[in-house]
């Protein structure tokens, strides 16, 4: 089978196959982190033996959901994940470890940029909140008193005499 010739109901949720469909029994969506696909499906969707699959698992580079019995269930995400191990590992040549630490380090540098976005919506806020502090106090300046303006001052001389 063709990993990117997935049909419809297996394929829901990868990317380039069908948009997830909603069951009206279940009343959830299916999406591509939903935990579908046990370790023989994931294998093949992956091209990949399922004991690459376990051996990946007990390294920590795909973890996959697990059922009430102990069994693997893989998202559409995890199986991306997979095919992405693959390529690094055999087109790019990069070890196991290699792998691990650049998913550790997407992973920390995704969250990085949550966060990001986290404080820059949180400053727009404190930027309109000061905006409209701002001008609530514009706004509240009476109106019928004259501002203060200092005499300016001239350049002529002044000559003092005292009295005698």
Known sequence: ??????????????????????????????????????????????????????????????????????????????????????RLSQDEGINLAGIK???ELENQVAALQARIGELAASLEGAASTLQAREAAVHASYRRDLVPYQPAQQSSALVVWRPRR
Request: charged share 20%.
């Open 1 to 86: 089978m063709n990993p990117d010739s997935i049909g419809v109901g297996l394929g829901e949720g990868l990317p380039g196959g069908p948009p997830p469909r909603r069951s009206a029994a279940a009343g959830y969506a299916l999406t591509e982190d939903t935990p579908v696909y046990v370790i023989s499906v994931a294998a093949e969707l992956s091209g990949l033996h399922p004991q690459t699959l376990r051996q990946y698992d007990r390294l920590g580079l795909v973890r996959p959901d697990r059922t009430g019995g102990g069994g693997r269930r893989y998202s559409a995400r995890d199986i991306q994940q997979l095919r992405e191990v693959q």
């Open 101 to 103: 630490r650049i998913i």
